[in-house]
């Protein structure tokens, strides 16, 4: 059974950093691409970023891109997503996810990640 924990998540002020890490376990990490996804109240779970299995192919939002990074550890079976620059709209539940093996290249659609983790909350202050 794979299992994805999300950590790291907190209180930040606006303008300021956080790394989120997940820690996956029970399959063969690196045949998956990995996301992280956000949830604020009110509003639908969306993709913030990807990466794909190797690494070489990476996905962000249009209102991250420059300011959030997503990485992995194959070796660790670790996923991180460093965000700077920070503003009180990317407060939400932040979720990791596992891609569907059987999916090619890296999704933004919800639907084809199988495993996700309990999520883990950033509130950005003004």
């Known amino acids: 059974q794979v299992q994805v924990v999300e950590s790291g998540g907190g209180l930040v002020q606006a303008g300021g950093s956080l790394r989120l890490s997940c820690a996956a376990s029970g399959r063969t990490f690196s045949r998956d691409a990995m996301g992280w996804f956000r949830q604020a109240p009110g509003k639908e779970r969306e993709i913030v970023a990807a990466?794909?299995?190797?690494?070489?192919?990476?996905y962000y939002t249009d209102s991250v891109k420059g300011r959030f990074t997503i990485a992995r550890d194959n070796a660790k079976n670790m996923v991180y997503l460093q965000m700077n620059s920070l503003k009180p709209e990317d407060t939400a539940v932040y979720y990791c996810?596992?891609?569907?093996?059987?999916?090619?290249?890296?999704?933004?659609?919800?639907?084809?990640?199988?495993?996700w983790g309990q999520g883990t909350q950033v509130t950005v202050s003004s």
């Open positions: 990466i794909s299995r190797s690494t070489s192919t990476t």
């Open positions: 996810a596992v891609q569907q093996t059987s999916i090619a290249g890296v999704s933004r659609t919800v639907a084809h990640y199988d495993v």
